[in-house]
């Protein structure tokens, strides 16, 4: 992005939750806190099911990649959900953490295509 003064703007973001990566919509690897993560920065996003340097399973799409971010509701919770159309990569990409409205504003400021 950028900014004032033609600079470059580049920022990151870490969140700790829950993670859902998986083939079908209810068969896959599931994390719950503190064991799935959410690595955000302008170029790509990162979800990562694991605890630290021990990590199971974990997705990075660009931002090219990604076609939308929407909320997907499962029993009482919400996720963000990553619709993207990579190959060899889990259809389902999903995190949940803290404030959902406030991750989509994060993600819309970064220039995602927030739904």
């Not at 009482?76 to 959902?100: A, D, I, L, N, Q």
């Amino acid at each position: 992005m950028v900014g004032h003064a033609g600079k470059v703007e580049y920022w990151e973001r870490e969140f700790t939750g829950a993670a859902f990566l998986g083939w079908f919509r209810w068969f896959g690897t599931n994390a719950t806190f503190p064991f799935g993560s959410l690595h955000v920065s302008t170029r790509a996003v990162t979800v990562r099911v694991g605890l630290l340097a021990w990590e199971w399973q974990s997705v990075t799409l660009s931002r090219e990649e990604v076609r939308q971010i929407t909320v997907e509701r499962r029993l009482w919770m919400e996720y963000v959900r990553f619709v993207h159309g990579k190959r060899g990569t889990p259809e389902y990409v999903m995190f949940r953490g803290g404030s959902v409205e406030k991750l989509l504003a994060e993600l819309r400021a970064m220039g995602y295509p927030v739904r």
